[in-house]
């Protein structure tokens, strides 16, 4: 495995251990793990991964080197990049972003290849300067976006794409992730997107079908869901998938916390400018907070059950947070999502400043209960497990495990679980706002499709203000599901 923090990064061994409640005359005791049926996608998730870091370690010597290929070693797939010079387009200047673009630098430091950042676009001017010049300043040597490669405006994303680039990172707010992953695709281009990557039925189901396009002209797809890329999540679901808690009855998962940013609206803004520049707070562009942050921890139970809930009924409002700058969007939110096997997830989210903040996920099994993110499991048959080791940087191993298949040519797609994930939450969203019981079947064919009508400024956005600047709030049992 990699360390992956930053320059001199070296090989490491991450050391997980089961610690014993109780041995007998000093013995070691080792717990049975049963291995299950169902250890299907977050099985092959970790073999995937386990494939990949080994191969990231490598990768640079193979490709780089002159020494002539063993006879009876398997020809590299056509489609393998090797160690030519990837070029890079970001799409969507925020902070994100830039973290985003400087990880996907940093695969070099981890022996994968030159990479440099050629083209940039943004919908506004300041957030590409202020991007430009922090990864100027941390990757001199990397960097190379002539004023001529800079683009602004809601079409920018297309004037970036038809520049000499292999791979575009997408990170613009989310609402925007669907079209700018089909255009990305139907243009050949590997893709690294953040989560989530889609606010509506219209746009899972868009996302969807550019993944099966992804597939068939062989591209790489990685999405910012780094939980899947953290080795202590690997093991811990690794362990549950082979039955160290037994048959999973009960899971939970929270995102509870004292919320984000607000910007106030400035003079002579249009009122498209300001929700722009406050995105976070109109469905629109975030998805409401279940969406945008929560999607994190319903990914995590999703890949443990190997599947996507199949109903969802669950409440939610405004409390708290109820100011003019707060939008539309709920502060909390609490969802009941059922499997197909009957499986229960109850989820929580929660804006409010002031309050207990919680950021994880539990299983609970008929022989025990396993605190996922915090990598603990404890078996009623008196052991009990905790990760230990040395933990690379999840958002650099998601990277290096992206470039790595682009490299090599090998198959990488994690739009399918992504979109699948992103409509989870929008599922748990829709059930919330309505105060009803929605099914996936209903809501992913949905018609729902929260986009304008008009990618302008000066055009109308899909929610607007009342006299006093407020926006209508959803309100369960009036508001329709989708």
Same mark, same amino acid.
């Given at each position: 495995?990699?360390?992956? &923090? ?9 050391? *997980? ?20 049926? !169902? ?14 870091? *080994? ?12 020494? *002539? ?26 902070? %994100? ?52 490669? !800079? ?66 002209? &062989? ?155 915090? *990598? ?17 940087? @999840? ?43 929605? !099914? ?24 607007? @203000?009342?006299?006093?600047? %407020?926006?209508?709030? @959803?309100? @369960? ?6």
């Amino acid at each position: 495995m990699l360390r992956t &923090g930053g320059r001199g990064a070296r090989p490491t061994a991450p050391v *997980a251990v089961f610690v014993p409640r109780s041995t007998t005359r000093g013995s070691t005791f080792s717990p049975p793990l049963v291995k299950l049926e !169902r250890m299907n996608s977050s099985r092959r998730s970790f073999l995937k991964y386990s494939s990949a870091a *080994a191969l990231g370690a490598s990768v640079f010597s193979t490709f780089g080197s002159a020494q *002539a290929t063993p006879e009876d070693a398997e020809p590299a797939p056509s489609n393998a990049f090797g160690d030519k010079l990837l070029r890079i387009a970001l799409i969507g200047c925020g902070g %994100r972003g830039t973290g985003a673009v400087s990880q996907a630098l940093h695969t070099a430091d981890a022996g994968l290849g030159d990479v440099k950042l050629v083209a940039m676009a943004d919908a506004f001017s300041d957030r590409l300067e202020t991007s430009l010049s922090e990864l100027t300043g941390w990757h001199p040597n990397q960097v190379d976006v002539p004023e001529e490669r !800079r683009f602004t405006g809601f079409d920018a994303y297309k004037k970036a794409m038809v520049e000499d680039i292999d791979l575009v990172v997408l990170a613009t707010p989310p609402g925007f992730r669907p079209i700018h992953f089909e255009h990305a695709v139907s243009l050949g281009k590997h893709v690294f997107m953040e989560k989530p990557v889609a606010v509506d039925a219209t746009g899972a189901r868009k996302v969807l079908a550019a993944a099966r396009e992804a597939d068939a002209k &062989g591209l790489r797809v990685g999405v910012g869901l780094q939980r899947r890329h953290q080795q202590r999540y690997l093991e811990t679901i690794d362990r549950i998938k082979q039955g160290a808690i037994g048959d999973l009855t009960l899971l939970r998962c929270y995102w509870n916390s004292g919320g984000v940013w607000t910007r106030p609206r400035e003079k002579g803004q249009s009122e498209m400018t300001y929700q722009m520049r406050n995105w976070y707070y109109f469905n629109w562009l975030c998805g409401d907070h279940i969406t945008e942050q929560h999607i994190h921890n319903l990914d995590v139970c999703n890949w443990l059950v190997g599947d996507y809930p199949i109903e969802a009924q669950g409440q939610g409002g405004r409390l708290v947070r109820t100011g003019i700058d707060h939008g539309e969007i709920f502060d909390h939110h609490m969802v009941e999502f059922t499997y197909a096997s009957g499986l229960k997830m109850l989820s929580q989210c929660r804006h409010m400043p002031g309050t207990k903040s919680r950021v994880n996920e539990y299983a609970h099994g008929t022989r025990g209960t396993a605190d996922i993110g915090g *990598a603990r499991i404890e078996n009623q048959g008196g052991w009990s497990w905790r990760f230990r080791g040395d933990e690379p940087n @999840p958002y650099q191993v998601e990277h290096n495990d992206l470039f790595t298949a682009i490299r090599a040519g090998t198959p990488y797609n994690e739009a399918e679980h992504g979109a699948k994930s992103s409509m989870t939450s929008v599922l748990g969203r829709m059930a919330t706002y309505s105060g009803q019981i929605v !099914r996936w079947d209903d809501a992913i064919n949905s018609g729902q499709d929260l986009s304008p009508a008009a990618y302008d400024f000066n055009a109308p956005p899909p929610v607007l @203000p009342d006299e006093q600047g %407020r926006y209508a709030v @959803p309100i @369960p049992g009036v508001t329709p599901a989708f």
